[in-house]
């Protein structure tokens, strides 16, 4: 909320040139609070940066918040709390786009006007596919869901006409022109030299192209060439930096200055600065200046032949060249009159004021009927068990979430039409709805056409063919964001709303799970993602460095984990007459190790506890058993000693579940490596420990959530045995090293949803 009614824009550039104009621009149309940066990135693209501190003085806030915002990068990664602040005390904000998170964060967080300043790029290229570049076709309905406090803020005013229909509709014309552009004629011409200017020559490769064709195009001749060099050319006539008298010396003694641009959409300010001091300006045709009257002067050429012809003469000292060209070209300052435009830019803050009064007055009226926001918690595949408890988990999260902050949204959890019954969603909230979904494959053209209705007029197919999820309705796309539980997609999603990956591990990566390529698609869907969700730091790291997902883009969320209700445990302390292992049939789960850890424990350490399997498809271990492991259990089921104490559960109801292990000694968890097992949990909410095996992400839930976890190599199958069997004797110990029901809540949804939301609100 604004902290009072004052006026003030911030102006996110540090150009120095433009600032000297913008400023001076702003105070004279009647905006008297100016912020200006005091961060810039160190990079050679901004060797025009300068910091001012100048404003600071008129800015009527206080000096907390000022120093805060003065520490700012705002080019590179200015948070939501950093938005915050400037929307407490300012109106309007201009930017450029240095970084794709500062129109990605601006859109979302602040709340004024914003004015994408731009002053013209190579022909080749455009602001849109900049844009388009650096999004990957998001940024466009960035900018669209700003509506009217969006402008394209044009210094040229045809620089739209090379833009899509988005930038060119919002499109805001602000000339940019010089403090004092009244000539000086102060030049002397002593030194019978050209002035180049040529920035950057050993670092980019577009200023290095212009440099070589400048000296061959002018070999024979003198020839000084300035701009900041970040690293040394090889090239005695390279000034690089030099002093502000060094450069009004050049300025003034050199012949000739040559300008070899033939860009219609950008310009320097170098030439106007020649014509200014009354330098003679030889400059190529079909450029910038030839729209701001240079077409007929005597100084423009149409060819480097008679480029070089004029400069040869003017350097020899053809006074009638000179004096014709001098004479005539102080109509190119007449273009960049501060008097001249400054109607200009009161017209068009006229018009911003204009439209933050009627946005102000949508706003209200929207106040008073809000539209709620409806987020799709998506299972893209048939998951049960955890998997599927874990996706119920995550949609409370969110609706919880929301309403914490007071925005309360509609959470729908979709999942696929086969594979479950009603059952399965029985603790499900009735404020969550439900509904359900198919697959269904659009080829690339059939693609391109849903996502032009979809309102993404610059989307362009990169694959074949397209996966959409039929719900019967508007194919989701009456939800504003798309949750998936995992990364597991058989094929690209088409992006109709922004999409989140909610990943729990990479197990790819440490066991072989996958066949052929599949492992693409899922990698391919983690990086086209808006964001990808974890829980933990080892699958946080597995997301960087293996799926190759920007860092910004990976967000570690709290574990959420389902507890059960602890009076379904029987309240006395007699000893128990089995364990419970929690299985299935997937590799990393380490079966080999655990089944001879069982054989050794039953036969060589007399182990007197039964052994309840249960999990998806673990029947499947004894009945179709992998090919890894049928020689294995193959011999094991001559093991009278181990199958005796086996008991096959496979996957039971989860009521049924929670009575079976409210009454276990405790739980075996003997997996490899996974994103840890919330069974674990699950286990202590029942009063029940647990033996687990040692590995990064089962140590993050034990420091989470504090279940005194009982440790075990899984790669040691005999410790594993010895484990088994000293918890016989020391489970009832474990089971008061417990956490209590009240310290568990401390992980509640409760407790945890508000990080979920703060996520979700990032993408909306």
Known sequence: ??????????????????????????????????????????????????????????????????????????????????????????????????????????????????????????????????????????????????????????????????????????????????????????????????????????????????????????????????????????????????TAEEHQSNMTQSRVMFYHSQEPFHIHYHPFEAVKVGMPLVFMAGGLLDRLGGVDLPGRCTSIKEAKNKVTRILAGDSALIDSIR?????????????????????????????????????????RRPKRTRIAVVVPIAYRGGSLRGAQLLAQAIEHGSQQHGEPCEVVLVHLEKGYSDSDFADLPVSIKRRTFSWKTLQASEARRAMRYSGHSNWEPTANSYLVMDDGIKHLQDCDLWVMVSDRLN?????????????????????????????QLFLDAARNAEQVWVTTEFTRQDAIQYAGVPPEKVIKLPMLAPTFKRQTLAQNLERRGYFVWTTNAAPHKNHENAFKALEYYYTELSGSLECVITG??????????????????????????????????????????????????????????????????????????????????????????????????ANDPIGMAHALKDMESTYLTRKTLLPTAKQLSTNSIDQLSGAYWEAVRKCL
Not at 196 to 212: H, T
């Open 1 to 242: 909320m604004r902290a009072d009614s004052a006026f003030r824009v911030m102006w996110l550039l540090n150009h120095t040139s433009a600032r000297k104009f913008e400023v001076a621009m702003l105070k004279a149309i009647g905006v008297n609070e100016i912020y200006t940066p005091k961060v810039f990135p160190s990079d050679p693209s901004f060797r025009s940066a300068s910091v001012d501190y100048s404003e600071d003085a008129n800015l009527s806030i206080p000096q907390d918040d000022l120093a805060r915002l003065n520490s700012i990068n705002w080019y590179e990664s200015p948070t939501p709390q950093d938005w915050e602040i400037a929307n407490k005390y300012f109106d309007v904000c201009f930017f450029i786009i240095h970084n794709v998170e500062t129109i990605k964060t601006a859109s979302r967080y602040f709340r004024g006007s914003l004015l994408w300043r731009a002053y013209g790029q190579p022909r080749d290229i455009n602001y849109t596919s900049i844009l388009q570049s650096l999004s990957r076709d998001i940024g466009n309905k960035w900018i669209q869901s700003l509506g009217s406090r969006f402008y394209f803020a044009q210094a040229y005013e045809h620089l739209a006409s090379v833009e899509d229909h988005f930038l060119q509709s919002r499109s805001l014309y602000l000339p940019l022109g010089m403090m004092d552009a009244q000539p000086t004629n102060s030049w002397e011409g002593n030194d019978p030299t050209i002035l180049f200017v040529c920035p950057d020559i050993a670092c980019n490769p577009y200023y290095r192209k212009i440099y070589e064709a400048f000296t061959s195009d002018f070999s024979g001749l003198q020839y000084k060439i300035a701009g900041a060099q970040p690293l040394d050319v090889d090239d005695k006539n390279v000034l690089g930096f030099v």
């Open 327 to 367: 004479r005539s070209q102080t109509v190119l300052l007449e273009a960049m009159r501060f008097e001249r435009h400054e109607p200009v830019w009161r017209s068009a803050f006229d018009r911003i004021r204009q439209d933050m009064a009627r946005l102000h007055e949508e706003h209200q009226q929207r106040k």
């Open 491 to 519: 094929g690209h999603l088409l992006p109709a709303r922004p999409v989140v990956h909610m990943v729990y591990d990479y197990l790819q990566r440490y066991a072989d799970i996958l066949s052929g390529h599949s492992d």
């Open 616 to 713: 998806v498809n673990s029947k499947k271990l004894l009945s179709d058993p992998p090919k890894h492991l049928q020689e294995l259990m193959a011999r094991l089921e001559n093991c009278e000693a181990l199958m005796n104490q086996l008991s096959w559960q496979d996957d039971l109801p989860d009521r049924e579940y929670q009575r079976m292990l409210s009454n276990a000694a405790f739980l075996w968890h003997a997996g490899r490596v996974d994103n840890g097992t919330f069974s674990v949990i699950e286990a202590a909410s029942l009063g029940v420990p647990s033996l687990s095996s040692r590995y990064p992400a089962m140590e993050e839930i034990e420091s989470q959530f504090s279940l005194s976890l009982a440790w075990m190599d």
